[in-house]
């Protein structure tokens, strides 16, 4: 059987891009929206642009929450880009309050009220740990973002850069077999595709 990352399509965002991205850094890519194709990837990217209520609602409409749940807690690898890292947790107040996964302890909150919301455009990234998905990645490099919620986890441990908008902000996250970023590293040019391969080599799923 041909190993493969499964990218899910539940109908929030552009994954064409992402798509794109993973392929470039040699990823064998398959776009699903099966939960049976999910079961047996080697690894799952989620990624995800819009509202944490409607994500979920398409998630469980096509049967989806519970098999990305289970994925994670088998240890398999696990990548989530804006709405994806949101996903992880166990709680968002945008448009009312909303479970997510809870696979990661925490909630979703609104970005300050003294900065413009949304956040769009280029910030910079500041580590928190050390991390070989960080390889050759400098303190300060610019990546893209596009969102108006935040995550904010009680524990330290998983947090792996901030960003400073207002105030400093978790932008992305690591822990077992959890790689999770706020910004869109599809959108990020050389950074962000520097990561995307750091993270398919740490996790063996490279096929060229």
């Avoid at 993973?22 to 990837?41: C, F, M, P, Q």
């Avoid at 960080?134 to 792996?160: A, C, M, Q, T």
């Avoid at 978790?170 to 993270?199: C, D, M, R």
Wanted: aromatic residues 10%; proline residues 3%; hydrophobic residues 40%.
């Amino acid at each position: 059987m041909v190993e493969y990352v499964a990218l899910v399509d539940y109908g929030m965002g552009n994954l064409k891009s992402v798509e794109k991205a993973l392929e470039s850094v040699g990823l064998g890519v398959l776009r699903t929206r099966d939960r049976e194709v999910i079961k047996n990837a080697k690894a799952v990217v989620l990624p995800g642009v819009g509202a944490f209520k409607d994500a979920v609602k398409n998630l469980k409409e096509l049967r989806l929450y519970d098999a990305i749940i289970s994925h994670v807690e088998k240890g398999k690898p696990f990548l989530g880009i804006c709405l994806g890292l949101q996903l992880l947790f166990e709680r968002s107040y945008e448009f009312g309050e909303e479970r997510g996964f809870g696979l990661l302890e925490g909630e979703v909150v609104l970005l300050p009220t003294t900065v413009k919301v949304p956040h769009i455009g280029w910030n910079q990234l500041w580590k928190r740990k050390s991390s070989p998905i960080l390889n050759g990645i400098e303190d300060g490099e610019f990546v893209y973002f596009v969102h108006s919620y935040r995550v904010v986890p009680k524990r330290e441990e998983v947090v792996l850069t901030l960003t400073d908008y207002g105030e400093y902000f978790v932008s992305s996250v690591e822990y077992e077999n959890i790689f999770a970023v706020q910004f869109h590293p599809e959108k990020s040019q050389k950074v962000g595709l520097s990561i995307l391969k750091n993270w398919a080599k740490v996790n063996e799923l490279l096929v060229i």
